[in-house]
């Protein structure tokens, strides 16, 4: 079976280890890449989450690995004000994968709330 793992930030990511991920820290955005060179050199691994804080800091280098690896990758929002660009990016894959926006009806709701 596949492993999954979260890299980013450790303060942010420890709480994934309780749910079964192993957890990646990277302290700087320039490890980014290492890490994940790593990660994708390993068979075991079929999801990888990435704080969304750490991928911004890194720009180019989630879609890099993207583009050359088949490890399924996800940027993930870790708090409220977040620049959501983790949530944009699920929410057009699930839709380009299924057909249907998910998300629609929550982000008209937020919409009316404001």
């Known amino acids: ?65 993207r583009t050359r690896s088949d490890v399924i990758l996800t940027v993930v929002p870790m708090y409220e004000d977040s620049p959501r660009t983790g949530y944009n990016e699920m929410r057009k894959a699930i839709e380009r994968s299924m057909g249907i926006d998910l998300f629609k009806k929550e982000e008209e709701e937020t919409s009316e709330q404001e």
């Open 1 to 65: 079976m596949a492993k999954a793992c979260i890299v980013g930030e450790k303060h942010l990511i420890l709480g994934f280890k309780g749910i079964g991920f192993e957890i990646v820290a990277v302290a700087e955005p320039e490890d980014l890449a290492e890490e994940l060179f790593m990660l994708s050199r390993r068979s075991d691994i079929g999801l990888i989450l990435v704080t969304e804080s750490i991928a911004a800091e890194a720009p180019g280098v989630v879609e890099e690995f």
